[in-house]
Structure formats: structure tokens, C-alpha cells
């Protein structure tokens, strides 16, 4: 069974509306104008919370990491570039907190993790750090719920982390399914590995999706995913690793609205017939028995005096051979329906 969780107050659980974070991690580019316009276009879509990455590149890349071939600078250069002023942080989540929409971060150190812990009431673990169990087990130790991502994760090394995390008390647990390529194509995208997980550990899943476009966030909606994390700019053309892969507020607007509509469109499962709003054209376009020709009162009805058209007001086809046979109480005029008090 799947262990009930919330998110700042939202529920993460079967039926319940998908978390949508909007993930603005890098994309800021240092400037805090353009992370606040990015809360704002986060807010204005309609997302739930808005999540940065909180990193140093000295403890996060060796500089003696070999060039990634994805990339103009080598990665420890590139990292230093790009992290997000600590010192922004409590003024962010005030910010976030003004504007209704929930602040969160990945933490990629401890302090990052004490940092955030005053600031937020979840974290998110990102896929490449799934592998650091001191860094998520010391996450997972101050007892709030955890979304961790899985890309390039095999299901031991996500079994390492669903035990480190309840070693640590904690069984708050979200995995979301994940390709670690940006932009990633979709035939890598696996979403079915899902329900597999969510099989395995009884946890809630969603996606974190690097995809172009939206799509496939929304087909993860319709396959069970409780939460989805897309990157967003404001404009793709801006220069920073992540712009170029990432979706841009009109995208965002229209990830949420999908979204909802596939969750609104899934319904209960019981099928009960007609919806109030298809009321008419059950009534004027299904068919039931009319009469073929004019049947004066006293006939007997043949076969050849009856077929089934529309409208249905008149007595279901199923039921034809319950008419055959009986006698017309009254004039019945060819192509009108057939009731019963006519009989």
C-alpha cells in the first residue's frame, strides 16, 4: 500500500490533483530580477511550487573532472558560474510565500540540506546524488518528505536509497521516474518503470521530465504520476546550460491546463450511463422503434410494420419482439417512435 505523504499541505496520493513543480534550478543566471520574474511566471501557469539547486562547485566537481562533450567549459567552471547566491534563499521562500505558490530546493550538501531545513517543508534529491546515501540519509533524518529522482538509477541502487531514507525514520518518500540526458529523447523515457517502482517500495512516483514540449508530462498524469518537475525559462534563447531544454511560461501555462483536464477526464471508473451533459443527445440521437408505415388502431404489429431509428423516445430496439405481435391502441403514423402506452 502506498504511504500517504503530503506536500506543503498537498496531498500525494491516488486521486488527488498532480503536484506540478516548476523547476527553475540555474536559470536564474545569478541575477535575482529574473528568479523573481521566473516565481512570478510560475505563479501566473498555475504550478504548486517552484524549485531551485542549491550547490558549490568545490564540493561538487573534481576539477580534475574530464570534459563533458555536452559542454563549451569544463564542469567545475561551469557549476561555479551558475550556483545560486545562499544569501538569496530566505528572501526567496518570503517571496515565494507572498505570491502563494510553495518554495522548495535540492540541497547537494549538508549545509544546503540545514539551510533549506528552516525554509522548506520538503527536499528533493537529484538523480545523480541518489548515490550519495550520507547526503540522503542526513536529508532524510529531518523527517520531512523526500522527492528523489531516479535517472540513471538500476532498482538496487533505488532499493540503497528507500533503505537509507527509513533507517533514517523517514518513509515520506516520492521517486520520480527520470532520464539524465537534456534534452532527453522520449523513446528513453520509460514510464512505465513507474508502477514498477511504485510496485516495489509502495511508494508515490512521478516524473521528472527533460523532454521537449509537454506531452509526455501529461501521459505520466494519465499512468498514475502524483508529481511532475519540468524545467522552465523564461526565454530558451538565454544563455546557461539548462535554458535551451527547458519549457517557456506559455508552455507551463498549457503543461498545467492539460494536466488538470487529463485528471478531471480520468474520472471514477463506474460506468453509469449518461452524464447530465449528454442528456439530449441520449434522448435524440440513440434509436428505438418507429413505425415503418401507418398502423391504424386494432392492427396487429408485424415485423414489417416497425424499424429502429432516431430519436429514442420510443421503446428500445431489444425490446422488438415484445411488439411483434401486440395491438396498435392507437393510429400510429409512419416514422413515428413507438411507445408502449401505444400498445
Known sequence: MVCSISLGGKPIEEG???????????????????????????????ADAVKFQIYSADSLYSKKTPHHSGYDKNLHTLISEIETPRHWLPDLASYCKEKGILFFATPFDHKA??????????????????????????????????????GLANMEEIQDAYITCRNAGNEQIVFLQCASVYPAPAHIMNLRSMETIRRAFGTAVGLSDHTPGVHVSVAAVAMGASVVEKHFTLDRSMEGPDHPF???????????RQIRDVESAMGDGRKLGPSEEEME??????????????????????????????PGYGIAPKHSDLVKGRVAKVDIEADQWIGWEMI
Do not use: Q, W
Open 113 to 150: 540540506v540545514d539551510e533549506l531545513d528552516e525554509l522548506s517543508d520538503f527536499f528533493k534529491i537529484a538523480s545523480f546524488e541518489i548515490v550519495d546515501l550520507d547526503l540522503l540519509g542526513y536529508c532524510a533524518s529531518k523527517g520531512k518528505p523526500m522527492i528523489i529522482s531516479t
Open 281 to 310: 443527445f441520449y434522448h435524440k440521437a440513440r434509436r428505438s422503434l418507429h413505425a415503418r408505415c401507418d398502423i391504424p388502431a386494432g392492427t396487429v404489429i408485424t415485423e414489417d410494420m416497425i424499424c429502429c431509428k432516431r
Open 16 to 46: 488527488s490533483s498532480c503536484f506540478i513543480i516548476a523547476e527553475i534550478g540555474a536559470n536564474h543566471n545569478r541575477s535575482y530580477d529574473l528568479a523573481l520574474r521566473h516565481i512570478d511566471a510560475a505563479v501566473e501557469a498555475g
Open 246 to 256: 527547458a519549457i517557456e511560461p506559455g508552455e507551463l501555462k498549457e503543461l498545467v
